[in-house]
T-cell receptor, first 109, second 113 residues
Framework: GENVEQHPSTLSVQEGDSAVIKCTYS??????FPWYKQELGKGPQLIID?????GEKKDQRIAVTLNKTAKHFSLHITETQPEDSAVYFC????????FGAGTRLTVKP | DADVTQTPRNRITKTGKRIMLECSQT?????MYWYRQDPGLGLRLIYY???????NKGEISDGYSVSRQAQAKFSLSLESAIPNQTALYFC????????????FGSGTRLTVV
């Protein structure tokens, strides 16, 4: 089955800096790669996703890149703000959706 | 109102007790899932259901059972709770094509003492 590894487990950045979270997956058949943001006391919320026929997708300050050959994908957040502080999860799906272990992002004002 | 509602939000129960966690959705999605979240382990799938008559085990189904009472309702039961089932539990839904990813509930924090 699919195995998703996510790094780093914690990330602290200064407000205004960029943050990058990386994930690798094992199943070359995976074709859908969502990213979720989980704020304290809430369930994960989908913030951006990418399908295997696309190499990059951007939505305002967040972007996701996918390298199918290397089987890795990354989340990029630019101009970080304190409200970006949360736990971020990547996931990869073929038949099943498998999640990474999460990255706790802290944006210091 | 939330699209995916989980009850209770918090629960403390004793070892050996039976407990049910409930999930209801107004998304009209056919697929529903139960996940368990532990620190450092991410989200692990317990059970999933593609429709009322279709129930499937996930990667960590031992010690759990589920019931899909209707398209909108999916409950998770712990027949005899044990302390290592202490965790945060999430229900999620998706449409047939999972086009927009999963919609998660706010979670149930379960503590087994």
């Amino acid at each position: 089955g699919e195995n998703v590894e996510q790094h780093p487990s914690t990330l602290s950045v200064q407000e205004g800096d960029s943050a990058v979270i990386k994930c690798t997956y094992s199943d070359s058949a995976s074709n859908y790669f969502p990213w979720y943001k989980q704020e304290l006391g809430k369930g994960p919320q989908l913030i951006i996703d990418i399908r295997s026929n696309v190499g990059e997708k951007k939505d305002q300050r967040i972007a996701v890149t996918l390298n199918k050959t290397a089987k890795h994908f990354s989340l990029h957040i630019t101009e970080t703000q304190p409200e970006d502080s949360a736990v971020y999860f990547c996931a990869a799906k073929d038949d099943d959706m498998r999640f990474g272990a999460g990255t706790r992002l802290t944006v210091k004002p | 109102d939330a699209d995916v509602t989980q009850t209770p939000r918090n629960r403390i129960t004793k070892t050996g007790k039976r407990i049910m966690l409930e999930c209801s959705q107004t998304k009209g999605h056919d697929r529903m899932y139960w996940y368990r979240q532990d620190p450092g382990l991410g989200l692990r799938l317990i059970y999933y259901s593609f429709d009322v008559k279709d129930i499937n085990k996930g990667e960590i189904s031992d010690g759990y059972s589920v019931s899909r009472q209707a398209q909108a309702k999916f409950s998770l039961s712990l027949e005899s709770a044990i302390p290592n089932q202490t965790a945060l539990y999430f229900c999620a839904t998706s449409d047939l094509n999972r086009r927009y990813g999963y919609t998660f509930g706010s979670g149930t924090r379960l503590t087994v003492v």
